[in-house]
């Protein structure tokens, strides 16, 4: 043994936890706390909105259209009022839950679908990379927009009762229909690249089924190219959803979200009005730096080769 | 296979026995049609046998198929044909269910300690990691302490068992790889040119390793490497392979002292001479030409195409691995004939 063992390093001080480690990494960085602030910010906004405003957005007063926000945060209008007369920040703030619900489930469902798929068709080949790849040239050439309208006469019938389900529901199908592929391609390029390396052969030499293999040596490192681009893809997510505003498959009125705000704000930013655009947009491009910041500190600090 | 061999090896049953092991993998063409135009002939009827506590080195150029004949070897790629037996067990023919139970018997150590350990996992779990798949190994409770043990046994502080692979050295990381492979207690290690990715020094570290593990466990293994010097050290029986087949099988003196086949003397010629005095007073032979493709060996003697003794008869028909009249040892070659190229004289 005398030659052979090494040198007996420092004792290794017990070891923390990834977790708390990367905890520990996050709070020591200035951007990562303003971009947890904003998102606490954003959170709260959605999860009770009556600490933000004590107006009902869908109570409109048209003779009250189109007050600036010349009293700043202050006042009957802290934000103005839009178009119909409806006050603006409450209108903002109730917009923030459907759209905060509608991102974060579409992200997680495409994101699910998009791995498994992925995965399954790096990992296997075959018929069944050949068969979900195909599936998924299908669904990159489609138009979106003539998706949804086939999607829309599904929902037609159903009408909005209100909830958040029925609310956010048909935009949330709609765009997780259209939006695993991107995941499905960057999970499946690199499970391709991963599975012939040596770690996953020694794996299979020690007898592991293909479960283990896909989800313990695979999968963690497939997932990195997937993360960064998460935190874009919610923006694009809000976006696209105040497209299908137009169609009618958007967050269902009298319920209304930033992208739909965005949509509507654009009529009137040219007239003057732009703090009926510029407030969502900033609010938007607050949350999405907010995700990218986060998800990109997040990644640095689990990996175990930049600890 | 050798008479002489044999009887000294009559008696126990090999732990490990290849034979007429065959792999050829299709070369296919076509997007949606595919049609099979050739086949690589990685391997091409491969007899080995090896014997509990013994090491029988694999030495050859690269793209001979020794890598190749590695997988076969630990069931990681089912033979196109011939058998493969494990402790007496076939496994060339096992279902991917039914193989696992092998696996316990039969590990692979890597060539490259870099891409062989899972980033993202630490050291405990790598090491670790047979349990959790074999489950009824080791019970739940005394698993930590098992990975310190192997730990230990390879030469590393059982503390590490919360690092990265990236915090360890090349040799270090083999060490994890060796302490791996061995968690399952396996009768043979299989190991795929374990030391030519490290540096020199640490080289000879790895070596020693394994011949004390192999002193302390009993393991046999299937040492594969390009090194003659390394193979020299630590095999007691050499087999040298070319385009997918064996040309000369005996023991380390008979290979390195007493080469028969014209390709085993022209590697054996090709190794440096550490005396610089001697430097030069060597014969060298020098081979003309690449390695044919295995897609298209040559006909008869895979070798004739670079051999400077082939002739009309090397092309027709394919010499066996025979001792011959006057051999000592078995040799694939019409013309074995001993010639001294390891010595090098003033």
């Known amino acids: ?307 | 296979m050798n008479a002489e061999l044999g009887q000294a090896e009559a008696g126990p049953e090999p732990v490990l026995e290849a034979t007429g092991a065959v792999k050829h993998y299709p070369v296919q063409r076509g997007i949606v049609i595919k049609r099979t135009v050739g086949h690589v002939q990685a391997v091409d009827g491969v007899d080995l046998k090896l014997y509990a506590g013994k090491t029988l080195g694999v030495v050859g150029e690269s793209g001979c198929g020794k890598s190749t004949l590695a997988k076969l070897l630990v069931g990681l790629e089912p033979p196109t044909s011939g058998s493969i037996k494990v402790l007496g067990k076939e496994i060339g023919n096992l279902s991917a269910r039914r193989i696992r139970s092998v696996r316990r018997d039969v590990q692979l150590v890597f060539q490259d300690p870099y891409t062989s350990l899972n980033p993202r996992m630490t050291v405990g779990d790598i090491v670790g990691e047979p349990f959790e798949i074999h489950t009824d190994v080791v019970p739940r409770a005394k698993r930590p302490a098992a990975v310190k043990e192997l730990l230990d046994m390879v030469g590393l502080s059982p503390d590490h068992v919360n690092r990265y692979p990236h915090q360890f050295s090349g040799g270090q990381r083999q060490r994890i790889g060796i302490a791996r492979a061995l968690a399952l207690r396996p009768q043979v290690l299989v190991c795929d040119e374990p030391v030519s990715a490290l540096d020199v020094s640490i080289q000879g570290q790895v070596i020693n390793l394994l011949e004390r593990l192999q002193d302390e466990l009993g393991l046999a293994y299937v040492f594969i490497a390009h090194d003659l010097s390394v193979v020299r050290h630590i095999a007691d029986e050499v087999a040298v392979m070319y385009l997918g087949k064996v040309v000369e099988y005996g023991t380390g003196a008979e290979i390195y002292d007493h080469p028969r086949h014209p390709y085993t003397q022209a590697l054996l010629s090709a190794v440096p001479v550490p005396d610089p005095e001697l430097r030069g007073h060597r014969e060298e032979i020098v081979l003309q030409g690449d390695v044919p493709s295995p897609i298209n060996p040559p006909s008869g003697c895979r070798f004739r195409t670079r051999c400077w003794k082939a002739t009309e008869k090397c092309a027709d028909e394919v010499p066996g691995l025979d001792v011959g009249d006057h051999g000592t040892h078995p040799t694939a070659c019409f013309y074995a004939e001993e010639r001294d190229v390891t010595h090098a004289v003033k």
């Open chain 1, 1 to 307: 043994m005398s030659e052979l063992t090494a040198p007996k390093a420092q004792p290794d001080a017990p070891q923390a936890s990834l977790w708390k480690d990367a905890f520990r990494t996050m709070a020591r960085r200035p951007d990562v706390i303003f971009a947890t602030l904003i998102l606490l910010f954003v959170f709260t906004m959605a999860a009770f909105p009556t600490l933000f405003t004590d107006k009902d957005p869908t109570y409109c007063i048209g003779r009250d259209a189109r007050q600036r926000p010349d009293t700043w945060f202050a006042g009957e209008h802290p934000l103005g009022t839009d178009g119909f007369g409806c006050d603006f920040a409450a209108t903002v703030v109730h917009g923030t839950r459907p759209t905060i619900v509608l991102a974060l489930t579409v992200m997680i469902l495409a994101v699910i679908i998009g791995l498994v798929l992925g995965i399954l068709a790096g990992y296997y080949g075959g018929w069944l990379d050949a068969l979900i790849s195909r599936a998924l040239d299908v669904f990159i050439v489609l138009p979106m927009l003539l998706g949804a309208i086939l999607l829309l006469s599904l929902f037609r019938n159903g009408g909005s009762s209100g909830g958040l389900l029925s609310t956010v529901g048909p935009p949330v199908i709609a765009l997780t229909v259209f939006g695993w592929m991107e995941f499905c391609r960057y999970t499946r390029a690199a499970t391709i690249e991963t599975k012939n390396l040596d770690y996953v052969t020694a794996a299979k030499c020690l007898g592991a089924k293909d479960r283990r293999i896909m989800f313990r040596h695979i999968l963690p490192n497939a997932i990195v190219p997937v993360t960064a681009v998460i935190p874009t893809t919610i923006g694009g997510i809000i976006v696209t959803e105040s497209a299908l505003a137009v169609l009618g498959i958007g967050v269902q009125p009298p319920a209304t979200s930033w992208g739909v705000l965005l949509a509507k704000g654009t009529e009137w930013a040219g007239g003057g009005y732009i703090y009926l655009f510029g407030i969502p947009l900033l609010l938007l491009i607050g949350t999405v730096f907010a995700f990218a910041t986060f998800g990109d500190a997040l990644r640095d600090a689990l990996d175990p080769k930049l600890r």
